[in-house]
């Protein structure tokens, strides 16, 4: 099994910062992906960004794109989504997940039906 817990998220002004978490745990001894998606109420969860095992692969949506980057920390099990430029269309519930990746140690995703493990998800509210 695997756990994944976030952490980071609160409320910022537009224009502000924010650097979130997720702190992985339990089965994770294979080549795995990394990645964060967003939803809002009455949407569907979309993607974010993704890091590879290696951690020489990330991947980024359009809509955040020089502003968000998203790093691995190995020793420590922790990958981060530094948020920088916030605007209010940012906000929303941000889930961290990870999938396993025994072929590739170099792959990114980008779609959240290719993830099997998710966290619990931690809010981010900009305000405008």
């Known amino acids: 099994q695997v756990q994944l ?5 609160g409320l910022v002004q537009a224009g502000g910062s924010l650097r979130l978490s ?3 745990s339990g089965e994770t001894f294979s080549l795995h992906a990394l990645g964060w998606f ?3 109420p009455g949407k569907e969860r979309a993607f974010v960004a993704s890091i590879s095992w290696s951690g020489d692969t990330t991947v ?3 809509s955040v794109k020089g502003r968000f980057t ?15 430029n916030l605007k209010s269309e940012d906000t929303a519930v941000y889930y961290c997940a990870l999938r396993f ?8 995703y980008t779609a ?6 998710w966290g619990q998800g931690t809010q981010v509210t900009v305000s405008s």
Do not use: I
């Open 5 to 9: 817990v976030e952490s980071g998220g």
């Open 38 to 40: 967003r939803q809002t």
């Open 112 to 117: 959240d039906h290719e993830y099997r493990y």
């Open 22 to 24: 997720c702190a992985v």
């Open 70 to 84: 998203m790093s691995r920390d190995a020793a420590k099990n922790t990958v981060y989504l530094q948020m920088n």
């Open 60 to 62: 980024y949506a359009d």
């Open 101 to 108: 990746t025994p072929k590739s140690g170099s792959s990114v």
